[in-house]
DNA sequence: CAAAAATCGTGAATTGTTTCACTAATTCTA
DNA sequence: TAGAATTAGTGAAACAATTCACGATTTTTG
C-alpha cells in the first residue's frame, strides 16, 4: 500500500485542498474546469496544479480542461475517501470542542469517533454527536483507532503521547507547543498556534509582499 | 526594514520555534547549548540549525555550542520580541475562544488586544482579559491594529476579509476553509483544519516512517 | 470547415532547502 | 600542558519544488 510511485511532499498536500475544491465544483453542477480556473480559485500556480495532476496521469484533455465528475471520482479513490478513518481527541478545551463541533465526516475521510478529558465535568457529555470519556479509559476504549488528535495543556502532551502510542497509535495531530518524542514509525504534524501567529508578524515585517506570492 | 540580506523562507519558520526553545532553557539556568543538543530537543537537523543561525552571523563559538543568554538577546532584537504587535481576533467560537485562552503575550511579541462576534450573547464579555465587541463595531474600533486572526464561519470569511483590509490590516492568518482573495499587499496564512487532518492520514497511509523523518 | 483560441502535459531551467563532510578553533581530560 | 574530544561554520553536493515556455491537441468561432 505503500503508493505506486511516490508523489512529491508538497503535492500531496495540497491533494485535500484540491479534493474539497473539486467538491464544491461537482455540488454546484459545474462539468468543466481548467487549471487556471483553479488556480484563482485556490491561489496555486497553475503549471504546479497541471504538474500535480500530472503525477496520476493524463487526467485532462488538451484544450478542454478537467473534467470535474472524473478527477472527483479519480481523487476519492487516491485520496481513499470511501472508507472513514476513525480518530481520537484527546483533551477537549475550547480547541478540542472545536474539533468536536467541526462536521468533519462530511466531505471528509476522517470521523472523531471519541474524545477524552481529565475533567470529571465534562465526562459523559455528547459533543457534535460524539461521546466524552474519561482519560482513564483511554486503553480500554481506543480499540485500533491509529490516528490521534492531541489537545491537552502542554504539561501533559508527553505523557498522552506515551499512551497513546502505546496503544497503537501512529499519527498525532500535535497543537501542543510540546515537540513530543515518538517511535521512528509513529507520525506526528505539529500545529502550534503561537508560533503560526508569530511566524505571520516576522513575515509580514521581514517579506513585505507586493505580488501574489505565497 | 527589510531586512538585512532576506534570509530564507523555511529558516524565518523555524526562528520562533528556536526562540522559545531558548526562552525555555534560560528560564531552567542553562547557559550553554550545543547545536546537537537543539536539534534532538526540537527535532530538526543539527547541520541545519547551524546553516539557519549562520545566516545571522558567527553567534557560536567552535568546540563550545552557543552562549544561551547570548542567542536569546540576539533573537529577542532580530524577532521584534521587545515590542508587542498588538492583533484582532474575529469570531468567537470554540476555536477563537481558544486563542483568547492562550496566554500569547508571555513570551510572545504579540498581544491580542479585542474581539469581535456577530452573536450578542458574547458582546461584552471579556475571555482571558479581552474584550469582546460587537461586528459592527469593528470599524470604529480597530484603530491601527494591522494583524487578524479569523476564526468565523466560512460564509462570512470573504465578507469580513473585506472589512479587515479595508481597515488596513496588512496580516490574516486565516482558519476558516474559505482561500479568501485580499490585495496584493496583504499577507494570509492559512490555517485548515480539516486539511490537516486529512493531509496526516494520506501521509501514514503513503508515507509509512522508518526512519526519523519529517 | 478553416482559422483562432484554449489548454494540457512536460522537458528543461530555475529556485529553494537540506545534508554531507571537512576545517579550524576551542574545550576538556589526565 | 599535550593529546583527545567537541563543535561551529561552510563549500559543495544532493535533493525538492516551482516555474517557464512550448509543442500537441482539442474546442470554439465565424
Known amino acids: 500500500m505503500t503508493d505506486q510511485q511516490k508523489i512529491p511532499q508538497a503535492t ?50 488538451k484544450g478542454y480542461g478537467y473534467n470535474v465528475e472524473y478527477l472527483l471520482g479519480f481523487f476519492r479513490k487516491t485520496l481513499d475517501h470511501d472508507e472513514n478513518t476513525p480518530v481520537t481527541l484527546v483533551g477537549v478545551g475550547n480547541l478540542g470542542t472545536a474539533f468536536l463541533n467541526y462536521n468533519f465526516t462530511k466531505n471528509n475521510n476522517t470521523k472523531i469517533e471519541m474524545a477524552f478529558d481529565a475533567d470529571k465535568e465534562k465526562v459523559g457529555e455528547v459533543i457534535g454527536d460524539i461521546p466524552v470519556y474519561h482519560v482513564d479509559e ?54 502550534d498556534l ?9 513575515f509580514m515585517k521581514h517579506y513585505p509582499m507586493d505580488q501574489d506570492e505565497e
Open 138 to 191: 483511554l486503553e480500554d476504549r481506543m480499540g485500533s483507532i491509529s490516528v490521534a488528535i492531541l489537545t491537552v495543556p502542554v504539561s501533559e502532551a508527553q505523557k498522552m503521547t506515551d499512551r497513546l502510542v502505546a496503544c497503537g497509535v501512529t499519527g498525532i495531530l500535535n497543537f501542543t507547543p510540546a515537540r513530543i518524542s515518538v517511535p521512528s514509525d509513529v507520525r506526528v504534524h505539529h500545529i
Open 194 to 202: 503561537a508560533i503560526e501567529l508569530q511566524s505571520l508578524v516576522y
Open 12 to 61: 500531496a498536500k495540497r491533494l485535500p485542498l484540491y479534493y474539497r475544491f473539486l467538491h464544491n465544483l461537482h455540488l454546484q453542477g459545474k462539468n468543466r474546469v481548467s487549471s487556471k480556473q483553479l488556480s484563482e480559485a485556490i491561489k496555486v500556480d497553475s503549471a504546479t496544479i497541471r504538474r500535480d495532476f500530472s503525477y496520476f496521469g493524463a487526467l485532462g484533455k
